[in-house]
């Protein structure tokens, strides 16, 4: 089994951009099917794949840290290194169970982001190698309004979606750390898994608000075009009768 080298762990390193990667950690793996997982989300998850159980139960004789990553492709059933993503979240396994069938219920809850450097089959599951993914949170004035305006946009979205529980947005306004708003935002973003993994890749906050921006001004756009065009069918529904 593959293990870690204590003797002289490596320091932090940062990036141009202000990203901070930290010390090399090795972490059992769970590839995920159609769902990107962010810190601050709890979410349950069930899993029958046997490698997928395998980790889990490592996980638990451990310290309940897991890696989830990403398939590419959902329809994958044996995802092999390159089928898998190489950004993820660690998150602590809060809650097991198995159910009669088999499967695993496991409840979640994402930490913080990895980059992932090297995956390594051992007994029948993935470990991986990965850096736990930091940065600096500088809030600046521009970085304030951009916040202010992914809110504002949130908030739009939330009222015209009706899926979204209102409470999320007192939960948004809340929230002060940039990188964490980012991540709140997104879970509830109705969006595919690569439009998202995008998201979870950006390890500096204000790139990753500028998307969300970007994706929340695409989408409402969408939405207005769609109660524009309901509007006009019921009209002409009503003309009709």
């Known amino acids: 089994m593959a293990t870690e ?14 990203a901070i990667f930290n010390a090399t ?21 069930f899993v029958g794949r046997k490698k997928s159980i395998r980790a889990i139960e490592e996980a638990m004789l451990k310290n309940r840290k897991i890696v989830l990553c990403s398939q590419k492709q959902a329809k994958t059933d ?60 500088r ?3 521009e970085l304030q309004a951009l916040m202010r305006n992914v809110i504002s946009l949130f908030e739009q979205y939330v009222k015209l979606n009706k ?14 750390e940039p990188g964490r708003l980012a991540d709140i935002i997104t879970a509830h973003l109705n969006l595919k898994v ?24 695409r989408e409402l756009e969408i939405m207005m075009v769609e109660k524009k065009i309901r509007g006009q069918v019921r009209k002409q529904m009503e003309q009709i009768q």
């Open 25 to 45: 950690e090795v972490f059992p793996l769970l590839p995920l099917r159609d769902v990107v997982v962010f810190p601050y989300m709890v979410v349950p998850l």
């Open 163 to 176: 899926k979204i529980p209102l409470e999320v947005i007192m939960v948004a306004n809340n929230v002060e």
């Open 139 to 141: 809030k600046t004035i």
């Open 78 to 137: 044996d995802p092999e290194v390159e089928d898998l993503y190489e950004t993820g979240t660690v998150a602590e396994i809060l809650q097991l169970l198995k159910l009669p069938d088999g499967i695993l219920k496991i409840l979640v809850e994402g930490t913080t982001r990895v980059r992932i450097d090297k995956f390594t089959k051992i007994d029948e599951f993935f470990e991986v190698e990965a850096e736990r993914v930091g940065s600096e949170d």
């Open 194 to 217: 690569d439009e998202k993994q995008e998201i979870l890749e950006a390890f500096v906050p204000r790139a990753r608000l500028e998307k969300i921006a970007s994706i929340l001004n």
């Open 5 to 18: 080298d204590h003797s002289n762990p490596p320091e932090n390193t940062n990036s141009d951009d202000g």
